[in-house]
Nanobody
Framework: QVQLVESGGGLVQAGGSLRLSCVVSGRSIETYAMGWFRQAPGNEREFVAAITWNSGRTYYRDSVEGRFTISRDNDKNTVYLQMNSAKPEDTAVYYC???????????????????WGQGTQVTVSS
């Protein structure tokens, strides 16, 4: 059974940093792209960032480009999201997800991902 467990969320002041982790068990992620999504209260879940299976390419939503960095350690079956210069509008539950296509490219839509974590809350105070 594939499980994704996020951690690292919490309360941070505007301008501060957080590092989210997503540990995957039950299947190696080394041949799959991975993504981070987020959902703020009253909003739909939205794409944040994704990384190809070999870390050769990353992609970010415009509002986090230059502030967030997605990375992965396939040996540890773990994906990370480094959040710098946090803003109150980054407040949301953050989810990691595994792409369903082996050796595929980056996908921006939820339907392309087949396994999801339970989420970790990030709150940025102003």
């Amino acid at each position: 059974q594939v499980q994704l467990v996020e951690s690292g969320g919490g309360l941070v002041q505007a301008g501060g940093s957080l590092r989210l982790s997503c540990v995957v068990s039950g299947r190696s992620i080394e041949t799959y792209a991975m993504g981070w999504f987020r959902q703020a209260p009253g909003n739909e879940r939205e794409f944040v960032a994704a990384i190809t299976w070999n870390s050769g390419r990353t992609y970010y939503r415009d509002s986090v480009e230059g502030r967030f960095t997605i990375s992965r350690d396939n040996d540890k079956n773990t994906v990370y999201l480094q959040m710098n210069s946090a803003k109150p509008e980054d407040t949301a539950v953050y989810y990691c997800a595994k792409d369903q296509v082996r050796l595929g490219t980056i996908h921006l839509y939820e339907s392309s991902y087949d396994y999801w974590g339970q989420g970790t809350q990030v709150t940025v105070s102003s």
